[in-house]
C-alpha cells in the first residue's frame, strides 16, 4: 500500500440493543426489514423503524420456551440457515470493493476542478455524487478512502478513439473490452468513439453495428461520434434521426483518404449545413487527400516503400491548407467546427488565428502529438517505425510536442484525445514493401493522462486545473454532457480520478494493460499516477489494480444545440447580418438579349459605332471630322471583306521616274 493512501476500515454498526433479534421457528413475528430514511444531510438508517423494546408476556413467554425445548435442533438449523442468508460479512464486502448500498467517501484530498481547487471530502452514494465538503455526515457502512495528500479529479474523458475498428484489410487489436480497461488503468472513465460506415453505407446501420460491438464489452461509458463518408439526400435524413433520436450530436467528414472516405468541397459544404440545421458539431479530419495521393506516386516511382514514405507524403503544409479551408467553408455558413488530431504547429496556429478572428472552432491535439515526435519514421529498425504509422503522421520537427502543448495550456487548443486504433507487429507488416498499405495507428487511451501531466504540468505548462479542463471538463462542455461528465459536485456522476501528483512510472508495452503489443511513449518516465479510480460509483482501479468488468459501463447519449457551442451563434448571426443598401431605382435603358445570350439588334450600339463619337452627317454619311482611331487597337473596317489588290502601272498624271530634286 502506498505511502498517505490506506484504505479506513469500514464503520460497520452494531444493531441497537433494545431491538429483539429474530430466531425463526420460535413463534416470534418477523420484524420489518432495515429501512433508510432522509435528513438534511444525507440517509439515515432505520431513522423510522420502531424502537421500541421487545417485551413478551408470560403467556408468549411460556410457549417460546416450550418450543425451544421441543426442538432444539431443528431450531439451531434454522438460526443458522438464516443467518448465512441474510448477514453480509464486511469480509466479502472488502474484496468485492463496494460496501452496502454502493455509498463512498473519499476523504482528505484536494479537490480540483476546471476553475477551482479546494480541500475537501467528497461522498458518493448510488453512483452519484452526492456531497462536495468537510465534517459531511455519512452514513454507517460506508467504505472511506484516504486521500491525503492527493488529488481528487474528475475522471478523464478521451475525445478521440477507434476500439475494433476495421482499417486497411484488418481490424484494430484493441476492441471495446480492453481498451475502456486499459483507459481505466490511466485515469479516463469515459471514451468517445467514431462509428465510421463504408462509402453507400446506412449511417444508421454503422451506428447500431459499433453499439453492438461496444455495449458487452465496455468497462466504462462512452458515447459515438458518426461519420459522413459520402453524401446524398438520405445521409442527411439518417443525420437527422440520428441527432433526434439516438443521441448523436457530432459528425466526422474526412478531407483525407481519396476514393474511401474523402468528400469533395461541394459535400463538405453540404455536410456543414446540415450540421448547423440539426444543431450538431462538424468534426473534420484535415488533410488534403488529393495532395497526398500525388505524393504517393511519386514517392514509390523513386522506391520509397519504407514507414519515411508515409511522413513525406503527408508533410505539415497538407494539414495546415485543409485546416484553413474546412474553417473557412464551415464559418461560410455559419456551423461550429472541431478539428480533430491537430499534429503540427502550423495546423495549430491555423486553429488559434480562426479563433482570434471569431471563428466557432476547437482544436484536439492528442497523446501522441503531445508527447513524441515523427523522428521515429526514420528509425533503422522497421518494426519501430512502422509502430508510429499514423494520419496525420507525427511530425519530425521536435519541437512540435511543446509548441502544441504551450498552445494548450494556453487556451489556443481545447481538448485531448488520442486517435487510439491498435495495431500489432503483424498486422502493421501488411505494408512492409509499401508503406501505403501501413495500418494507420498508435496507442494512447491508457497513457494520455500521465503523458499530458508530465509535459504539461511537471514542466510548469499549466497548472491542475487546467488539465482538468484539457482532459475532461472542456470534452465535457463541447460535446454537451456537463455538469454529469467532467465535474465534482453535487449530482454529478461518480466518476473520479484519486491521482497521486509524486509517484512515478516508466512506461512500457510490458506493463500496460493494453491488448497491443508496442507502446510509442516505450521508456517514457511519467509523474503522476491514478492510484484509485471510481466509475459509477465503484472502485474500478485501487492502487494499480484494475477491477473493471466487462459491461459495466454504457452508452451516453449526447444532446444537440450545446449552449458552450451554440449559445453565440444565434446572437451572432443576428448581429452580423449583412443590410441592403437603400437607393434609388435605375431608370436608363437595359440591354436586350437574345436566346444566344447575343445583344439584340438595336439593344447597344455595334462595334463599328463605338469608333464614332460624332452624329452622321444631315444627308446620313460619315461625319468626315469624327475619328476612326480606336485605343485598342482596333480598326473601322476590320471586320470589312477584303477587296482584291490592282496594281497600277501607269497612275493618271504619268508615272514618277524619279525624286523631285
Not at 468488468?549 to 446572437?571: A, D
Request: aromatic share 8%; hydrophobic share 35%.
Amino acid at each position: 500500500m502506498s505511502s498517505g493512501l490506506r484504505r479506513a476500515s469500514r464503520h460497520q454498526e452494531e444493531k441497537d440493543d433494545d431491538v429483539p433479534q429474530w430466531i425463526p421457528g420460535l413463534g416470534q413475528d418477523k420484524p420489518k426489514p432495515r429501512t433508510l430514511g432522509t435528513s438534511f444531510f444525507g440517509y439515515v438508517p432505520d431513522a423510522f423503524v420502531e424502537k421500541t423494546p421487545y417485551l413478551p408476556s408470560e403467556q408468549s413467554a411460556d410457549a417460546l420456551k416450550k418450543e425451544a425445548t421441543v426442538e432444539p435442533v431443528k431450531a439451531a438449523e434454522q438460526v443458522e440457515a438464516s443467518l448465512e442468508q441474510e448477514i453480509v460479512q464486511p469480509d466479502s464486502i472488502e474484496r468485492n470493493g463496494q460496501s452496502a448500498q454502493n455509498r463512498l467517501l473519499i476523504k482528505g484530498g484536494r479537490v480540483v476542478n476546471d476553475d477551482m481547487m479546494q480541500d475537501a471530502d467528497v461522498y458518493i452514494e448510488d453512483g452519484i455524487i452526492k456531497q462536495v465538503g468537510t465534517n459531511l455526515h455519512t452514513p454507517g457502512g460506508t467504505r472511506v478512502i484516504e486521500a491525503k495528500g492527493h488529488l481528487v479529479m474528475p475522471g478523464g474523458i478521451d475525445t478521440h478513439t477507434h476500439m475494433q475498428m476495421p482499417f486497411m484489410g484488418t481490424q484494430a487489436i484493441d476492441d471495446f473490452y480492453t481498451g475502456t480497461r486499459a483507459a481505466l488503468a490511466g485515469g479516463t472513465t469515459m471514451i468517445m468513439d467514431f462509428a465510421l460506415p463504408q462509402r453507400g453505407e446506412s449511417l444508421v446501420e454503422a451506428f447500431h453495428r459499433w453499439r453492438t460491438w461496444a455495449d458487452p464489452k465496455v468497462c466504462c461509458d462512452y458515447a459515438l461520434h458518426v461519420g459522413v463518408t459520402w453524401w446524398s439526400d438520405k445521409v442527411a435524413e439518417e443525420m437527422e434521426e440520428l441527432t433526434n433520436e439516438l443521441g448523436v450530436n457530432s459528425f466526422k467528414m474526412f478531407m483525407a483518404y481519396k476514393d474511401t472516405w474523402q468528400l469533395c468541397d461541394e459535400d463538405l459544404l453540404q455536410s456543414f449545413k446540415r450540421c448547423r440545421e440539426l444543431g450538431a458539431l462538424a468534426q473534420v479530419h484535415a488533410e488534403n487527400g488529393d495532395a497526398i495521393k500525388e505524393n504517393t506516386k511519386k514517392l514509390l516511382d523513386l522506391g520509397i516503400t519504407g514507414p519515411e514514405g508515409h511522413e513525406l507524403s503527408r508533410p505539415e503544409e497538407v494539414e495546415a491548407e485543409a485546416t484553413n479551408r474546412a474553417c473557412v467553408l464551415a464559418n461560410q455558413v455559419g456551423c461550429p467546427l472541431y478539428i480533430v488530431h491537430v499534429m503540427s504547429k502550423s495546423a495549430a496556429d491555423i486553429v488559434s488565428s480562426k479563433r482570434k478572428q471569431g471563428h466557432i472552432v476547437f482544436g484536439e491535439p492528442i497523446a501522441a502529438s503531445l508527447g513524441t515526435d515523427g523522428t521515429h519514421y526514420y528509425h533503422k529498425c522497421w518494426r519501430h517505425a512502422a509502430a508510429h504509422v499514423m494520419g496525420p503522421p507525427l511530425r519530425p520537427d521536435q519541437s512540435t510536442p511543446k509548441y502544441l502543448m504551450d498552445l494548450l495550456a494556453n487556451g489556443d487548443l481545447q481538448t485531448t484525445g488520442t486517435d487510439n486504433c491498435t495495431f500489432s507487429a503483424s498486422q502493421k507488416a501488411l505494408g512492409k514493401d509499401d508503406f501505403t498499405k501501413i495500418p494507420n495507428g498508435v496507442n494512447g487511451v491508457e497513457d494520455r493522462m500521465s503523458v499530458i501531466w508530465e509535459k504539461g504540468v511537471v514542466s510548469g505548462k499549466m497548472d491542475p486545473c487546467r488539465f482538468v479542463a484539457v482532459t475532461s471538463t472542456n470534452a465535457a462542455k463541447i460535446f454537451n454532457i456537463y455538469p454529469k461528465k467532467g465535474r465534482i459536485a453535487a449530482g454529478s456522476d461518480a466518476d473520479i480520478v484519486v491521482w497521486n501528483p509524486h509517484a512515478t512510472r516508466v512506461i512500457s508495452a510490458k506493463t500496460h494493460h493494453q491488448a497491443v503489443d508496442f507502446n510509442i511513449f516505450e521508456g517514457m518516465e511519467v509523474h503522476g499516477i491514478a492510484e484509485y479510480v471510481v466509475c459509477h460509483g465503484r472502485v474500478v482501479v485501487e492502487e494499480g489494480e484494475v477491477r473493471a468488468n466487462s459491461g459495466m459501463g454504457k452508452y451516453v447519449p449526447t444532446p444537440v444545440f450545446n449552449p458552450h457551442v451554440y449559445g453565440r451563434l444565434e446572437e451572432r448571426e443576428r448581429a452580423n447580418t449583412p443590410c441592403k443598401v437603400e437607393r434609388a431605382p435605375y431608370d436608363g435603358p437595359v440591354a436586350q438579349l437574345n436566346g444566344q445570350g447575343h445583344m439584340q439588334e438595336g439593344g447597344i450600339p455595334s462595334q463599328q459605332d463605338a469608333f464614332y463619337t460624332r452624329g452622321p452627317t444631315r444627308s446620313g454619311g460619315v461625319n468626315l471630322h469624327d475619328s476612326s482611331f480606336h485605343v485598342s487597337g482596333a480598326q473601322v473596317n476590320d471586320k470589312s471583306p477584303k477587296r482584291p489588290s490592282v496594281k497600277v502601272n501607269n497612275p493618271p498624271g504619268g508615272r514618277s521616274s524619279g525624286s523631285f530634286w
